[in-house]
């Protein structure tokens, strides 16, 4: 091997495309937000359902669940861009992403989520004792104000570290997207050393990019560590 | 929380009746796959051969060659037969359209098994093999980390937190175009001779392993400080030395506790190596790919190679739960943890 | 000459002194038993002897030999310990648990070491419980796996660390017995228990142990009928009004 690593010119090349790598974290940051929330707004109502719930509808949560979940993510998001007709939604010119591949990457990434954010929500609503349903029920709730009022903000907290968990999981795999071509930070990278003569800077190009998912995968959580602690009730989360 | 949750469980517990439904689709689904790769085996081939039946396993031919073993035909008359009827329907022939669909799926199916059995057998070593180094790295790892000094477990901090802080597409792509390993491995004339797969497979199973070890670690780390602090006292306090006491003491009973985070991490594998198409391992989703590609039924394909992970997934998890089982202790394991 | 030999220990952990200027001597066969209040360092005191936990300062003797000059393996093959909450392998047999040590230890094979674990389950009354699991075990039976572990090691001085304390009142009679058999079979014992009944039948020699220090030491009669110091009488008048 000839030894063309780490070269001086290599890290200018790279630092004079500072900007153009920062368009491709804002992308990656934006899918993972939007996808963070899709899979909350569906995965909280399916987690609920698969307790609370019974017969088809559960049925159907549950298996539905179980392929989001089992099926690889490049699978989905594959499917969701070519299966789904999702209309020509235009480009949003100063992010250089077609909105309908963003809506795709979105839907695959987000419903996984929230298969996920189901199972987490799930556990947490279970590991609520017994108790607390019983004692809401004797002061006269009815059994849905029990669930809304006095299980359902406790299960919320206990929930934090899965759905940080899930944080990290979305933010990296928002980088499978490269596949159907959204200019998110890993597929800028690789249009950065796949010009010609700029080959060698592959490595430098991708340790860049492995340290910005790296500081945001980090620095988020520590501060939702942070807030956690925070936000957590005394002794509640035992 | 006592239990560190790393990746979400995927599968969980399948209650009983589908769970019939998962034995017997993958009792079928796996003859097939081991039927399929046996008839294309070289080794067998060699073997049968030299016993007589030149014919009776043919390695010889690419799967582009081979032939499917079930006819699409009937697939296909029953979904033309369907649609025949459909302009009756009026408003309604989109249903009709449906109704029809699983049978076109079935027939394309039935054309595409043998690329796909090929690519499968790739995923599924791939695979394997990953898990097997992963955690021969991961064990030391976890021990370091929970029982080595402020330094060791310093080094198994950081190697952990910045595998499982980046990407793993980033990871692979590090390896094949950054380090570029693919032409290192080219530069040794064995490679991808025989038994030795192709560069690329190679470069997978060096990211995997890396990347899996840094999960697999985890769990295991996680399993070892929920077994009681006692054991290892206990250990040295008949005369076990403190390597002696983690060996037989805390490891049979913290890598029994790992074991549904070990199958979450296996089944996290086998999904996640499909990312290796990337970067030109031809596993089961690049042969779904390029199969999308030459017959433009995107949709199709990849719904089919979704219900071969899916396949691959739920098999896994049901003989990971056989095995927890199979190695269980009286009153030792997840149930007894939750106490 | 002493088997044990404790002279002028002292301990702490960080500003808390457990132990100060702790000395007494055992002869083979001694049956010592250490009372005192909860935090008075009884049990640190027996940890100090198999190093399980350091000493600050002073010096342990174990035949003669100072045991820090001694390979830390080698002092707990021959000093066996029993402990409160049995510390049983969890993943092992009652036999697998006696057997460990046996194998990895003394080095013994695998048949000799399951006919010396059969033999010790044996004598604590285990014999049908030596393919049982811990979880499978009651808490006495559990206890004298614990025992009979330590026993088949040969050891040349047993620590028992408050060897009842984790059972049902019930279970704690079955657990004495073994106890009181192996006193009278010549085994040295060093006990921590709250067990007034045994400390006065078995105990050849009765320690009070306060805030670290000795208070007094003496036969068991001295001690529960005629005690020096009002503290030990106060004491041990109300442990023994308890039981």
Not at chain 1, 105 to 131: C, H, K, M, N, P
Not at chain 2, 38 to 45: E, I, K, Q, S, V
Not at chain 2, 129 to 148: D, E, K, N, Q, T
Not at chain 3, 91 to 114: D, P
Request: charged letters at 20%; proline letters at 4%; hydrophobic letters at 45%.
């Amino acid at each position: 091997m000839e030894s063309v690593f780490l070269q001086a010119g290599d890290w200018a090349f790279i630092a004079s495309n500072g900007s153009y790598l920062l368009v491709g974290t804002i992308v990656t940051v934006l899918l993972t937000v939007t996808s963070l929330g899709l899979g909350f707004l569906a995965g909280f109502p399916a987690g609920a359902i698969e307790v609370y719930g019974s017969g088809r509808l559960e049925d159907i949560v549950s298996t539905v669940g179980v392929v989001l979940r089992g099926t690889p993510i490049v699978v989905l998001i594959f499917l969701f861009h070519f299966g789904l007709p999702i209309p020509d939604l235009g480009d949003i010119q100063w992010l250089d992403i077609q909105l309908s591949t963003f809506v795709a990457a979105t839907l695959a990434l987000g419903l996984r989520s929230a298969a996920y954010q189901g199972q987490v929500f799930r556990g947490a609503i279970q590991s609520i004792d017994e108790g607390q349903m019983e004692a809401a029920r004797s002061v006269g709730m009815t059994r849905l104000q029990a669930i809304r009022r006095v299980v359902f903000p406790q299960a919320l907290r206990r929930s934090v570290p899965g759905f940080q968990n899930e944080f990290t999981i979305v933010l990296k795999d928002t980088s499978v997207a490269f596949a159907i071509g959204l200019a998110e930070l890993l597929t800028r990278a690789e249009n950065l050393y796949l010009q010609p003569g700029r080959g060698t800077a592959a490595m430098e190009v991708i340790i860049t990019i492995s340290a910005i998912y790296f500081v945001l995968t980090f620095t988020t959580n520590r501060s939702l560590d942070r807030l956690e602690d925070v936000y957590a009730t005394p002794g509640g989360n035992e | 929380m006592s239990e560190i949750e790393v990746r979400g469980s995927t599968v969980g517990e399948i209650p009983g009746r589908k769970r019939l439904v998962v034995i017997a689709v993958g009792a079928v689904f796996w003859t097939w796959l081991l039927a399929r790769w046996a008839y294309h085996n070289t080794l067998l081939d060699r073997l049968f051969t030299a016993l007589g039946f030149p014919d009776l396993v043919r390695s010889e031919l690419g799967y582009r060659q081979q032939e499917p073993w079930l006819p699409a035909a009937p697939f296909e008359a029953v979904a033309e037969a369907i649609l025949s009827v459909q302009s009756a329907f009026g408003p309604l022939e989109f249903l009709v359209g449906w109704a029809a669909w699983p049978f076109e799926l079935a027939a394309f199916a039935t054309t595409t098994e043998p690329a796909l059995a090929s690519g499968a057998f790739i995923t599924v070593y791939l695979t394997i093999l990953s898990m097997l180094f992963g955690l021969v790295i991961a064990v030391p790892l976890s021990v370091a980390r929970v029982y080595g000094g402020p330094i060791l477990s310093g080094i198994s901090l950081v190697y952990t937190e910045l595998i499982r802080g980046t990407p793993l597409l980033a990871q692979l792509f590090f390896l094949y175009f950054g380090l570029p390993l693919a032409s290192f491995f080219n530069g040794f004339a064995f490679v991808g001779e025989g038994a030795i797969p192709r560069a690329s497979i190679l470069v997978a199973i060096i990211g995997f392993t890396i990347n899996s070890s840094a999960y697999q670690s985890e769990y295991i780390r996680s399993a070892l400080q929920s077994v009681d602090a006692g054991q290892l006292t206990a250990a040295r306090a008949v005369g076990l030395s403190k390597l002696d006491g983690i060996r037989h003491v805390v490891l049979p009973q913290g890598l029994r506790f790992a074991i549904p985070g070990w199958t979450n991490e296996f089944v996290y594998l086998i999904k996640y190596s499909s990312l290796a198409s990337f970067i030109t391992v031809p596993e089961l989703f690049r042969q779904a790919r390029n199969i999308g590609s030459d017959t433009f039924q995107f949709t199709d394909i990849y719904v089919i190679a979704a219900l071969f992970y899916l396949a691959l997934v739920l098999t896994t998890a049901l003989a990971m739960s056989k095995l927890e089982s199979a190695v269980a202790i009286p009153g030792l394991g997840s149930s007894a943890r939750r106490d | 000459m002493s088997l044990l030999r404790v002279e002028n220990v002292d301990k702490s952990y960080g500003d808390e002194e457990v132990l100060h200027d702790v000395s007494f001597e055992m002869d083979r066969q001694d049956v010592e038993v250490i009372v005192g209040p909860s935090g008075s360092g009884k049990s640190t005191m027996l940890r100090c002897v198999n190093r399980l936990t350091e000493i600050d300062d002073g010096a342990i003797y174990l035949d003669d030999e100072e045991i820090h000059g001694i390979d830390e393996n080698d002092l707990r093959r021959r000093v066996g310990m029993v402990f409160q909450d049995f510390n049983l392998f969890a993943h092992r047999t009652a036999r697998g648990n006696v057997t460990l040590g046996l194998t990895e230890v003394l080095g013994l094979s695998k048949e000799e070491a399951q006919a010396k674990a059969d033999d010790y389950l044996g004598r604590v009354g285990l014999a049908e419980q030596a393919d049982s699991y811990p979880a499978e075990l009651s808490g006495g039976q559990k206890q004298r796996v614990g025992i009979a572990r330590a026993l088949a090691m040969d050891p040349e001085l047993i620590l028992f660390d408050e060897p009842t304390s984790a059972l049902d009142p019930e279970l704690i009679g079955e657990v004495l017995e073994v106890m009181r058999d192996l006193a009278e079979g010549g085994m040295t014992m060093l006990c921590v228990t709250h067990e007034m009944g045994f400390a006065r039948s078995a105990a050849s020699t009765l320690t009070f142990l306060d805030e670290g220090r000795i208070v007094e030491r003496g036969p068991p009669e001295q001690l529960f009928d005629t005690p020096e110091h009002d503290r030990t009488r106060q004491f041990l008048g109300e442990l023994t009004d308890l039981h």
